[in-house]
């Protein structure tokens, strides 16, 4: 995780204390209000929501007692944390956009690749022209090619995945 990622997991571990808890606290209070708690649904949906984000409280928590810190620091020509990058794949002859990114913000389908990734482990360093073999085990690999790199940097509006 990078600091911006620990800053971001920490607002929302005190939005979900201070805003959430406060909240589902009253909405459990009010459902009880209203009487015989065997059928009163409202109860159980009211307990089930402030269960609900007690656990995502603990698991951030936990995310951040556990955490390891990385530089999101790279060179104006190579590439690192956050930057957009064009690959060109040999084997495929296409060429694909990627942005790399921390571990718990990949996702392939939206062309975010982890630093942890193969794919990302390969190219974070490299620079623009460079032909980078990538390893997936001892005995497979592919080539790409790195056509472009855009120092995109963190996007504001990005947000931790909520489990």
């Known amino acids: 995780m990078t600091q911006s990622d620990i800053k971001k997991i920490q607002e929302e571990i005190d939005h979900r204390k201070l805003v959430v808890r406060r909240e589902a606290i009253e909405a459990v209070k009010e459902a009880r209000a209203q009487g015989d708690l065997s059928e009163n649904f409202e109860y159980y949906a009211a307990k089930k929501d402030k269960n609900r984000n007690e656990s995502r409280i603990r698991y951030l928590e936990n995310m951040l007692k556990h955490a390891r810190v990385v530089s999101d620091e790279s060179a104006p020509d190579e590439i690192g944390l956050n930057d957009t990058v064009t690959l060109y794949f040999e084997d495929e002859e296409e060429e694909e956009t990627y942005r790399l ?63």
């Open 101 to 163: 990114v921390t571990s718990i913000r990949g996702n392939s389908l939206k062309g975010l690749i982890s630093i942890e990734s193969p794919l990302g482990k390969a190219i974070k360093g490299h620079r623009a022209g460079d032909r980078v073999q990538v390893r997936i085990s001892d005995k497979a690999g592919y080539t790409v090619v790195i056509k472009t790199i855009e120092k995109t940097g963190e996007d504001e509006n990005d947000r931790i995945r909520s489990y």
